[in-house]
């Protein structure tokens, strides 16, 4: 079997879309902390913001074509199991750490901490995906 050629140009875009998917949390940082979203500079954020949603779908894609090009024509690399187990080990564990984590310290810096808080915080979290991430609100 003949080693598959490495494609820099997808290493390329992977470092494009990490950087946009970096520059949305930092705008969406900016954004939650901005008081007055009615000024002309907190509209633009606003609206800014929404521009850089597209890295996030270019790097799933990106993510998507990388694992398909490394499984095409391997046969003997197509073991569903064993890929599927090492996906949910390596993303799945730290998805549900991290997030435990993240709302432990939020509900102990607000000094609200309970067991049942964090419990029923955390479920909601894993389940919908959206718990610290911002929307942002109508500028009017």
Sequence with gaps: MTKKKHLYEV???RCFFMFGVVLNHVASTFAAALGNKATP???????THLI???PRFGFM???GLVLFLGYWGRPEKQN???FWKKRYIGSGIPY???NGLFLAFLLLTSGSFSWNK???GWLEAISK??????SPPSCA
């Design 11 to 13: 290493d390329l875009m």
């Design 41 to 47: 500079a907190g509209r633009f954020l606003v609206s």
């Design 52 to 54: 850089l949603h597209f």
């Design 61 to 63: 894609f990106i993510t």
């Design 80 to 82: 569903w199991p064993v």
């Design 96 to 98: 549900l750490f991290w």
């Design 118 to 120: 964090w419990l029923t």
């Design 129 to 134: 995906g959206s718990q610290f991430y911002f």
